[in-house]
């Protein structure tokens, strides 16, 4: 079965620092891997999606993803952080018709 | 468009008390689905349907039963409700065509407390 592990529960960042949040996951195969975001008491929104196109995706609010088979990760950047990022990240695997999702990172932005 | 719109925002239930949290979108998509969110456990899939009359189950379906009659709604019951089940719901759906690439729409989310 295809699984995603997120490597930090909380990343805490300034207002204009880069932002990392890191994903690993592992499959028998060529996945299709997501980012979504949920912002409080929200329900989640797509930022990216990687399905085997491009290796580097671009996703909304600047945001972009590396897919790595080597590293079998899919980190998501984003160059400069705002407040408005300040959320919870999840990156997902698609799985025989199911999407598993990870434990989920929580971004900290402070001013 | 509404998109995916779940009802009730909040609920709180005694222990063995039933209901059922409704869910219903606009998009006409073809699959639905019911995850619960508890910290640090990421979203967990309960239960899922690819169309009106085809539900099937998901990581952790004990406790609760779907039906899917039309494409619009699908609901979530709880027979018997047991504090293990207090959690936040939520509700997404998605097109069928390109299904492994399609991405999920969500609702806004049910908070549910059983004391």
């Known amino acids: 079965a295809q699984s995603v592990t997120q490597l930090d529960s909380h990343v805490s960042v300034s207002e204009g620092t880069p932002v990392l949040l890191r994903c690993n996951y592992s499959s028998s195969y060529s996945p299709s891997l997501f980012w979504y975001v949920q912002h409080p008491n929200k329900g989640l929104q797509l930022l990216l999606k990687?399905?085997?196109?491009?290796?580097l995706v671009k996703g909304i609010n600047g945001f972009e993803a590396e897919f790595k088979k080597s590293e079998t990760s899919f980190h998501l950047t984003k160059p400069s952080a705002h407040m408005s990022d300040a959320a919870e990240y999840f990156c997902v695997v698609f799985s025989f018709q199911k999407l598993v999702f990870g434990t989920g990172t929580r971004l900290l932005v402070s001013p | 468009n509404a998109g995916v719109t779940q009802t009730p925002k909040f609920q709180v239930l005694k222990t063995g008390q039933s209901m059922t949290l409704q869910c219903a979108q606009d998009m006409n998509h073809e699959y639905m689905s019911w995850y619960r969110q508890d910290p640090g456990m990421g979203l967990r899939l309960i239960h899922y349907s690819v169309g009106a009359g085809i539900t099937d189950q998901g990581e952790v379906p004990n406790g609760y039963n779907v039906s899917r009659s039309t494409t619009e709604d699908f609901p979530l019951r709880l027979l018997s409700a047991a504090p293990s089940q207090t959690s936040v719901y939520f509700c997404?759906?998605?097109?069928?065509?390109?299904?492994?690439?399609?991405?999920?729409?969500f609702g806004n989310g049910t908070r549910l407390t059983v004391t």
């Open positions: 990687y399905t085997s196109a491009a290796t």
């Open positions: 997404a759906s998605k097109s069928r065509e390109s299904s492994y690439n399609s991405p999920l729409h």
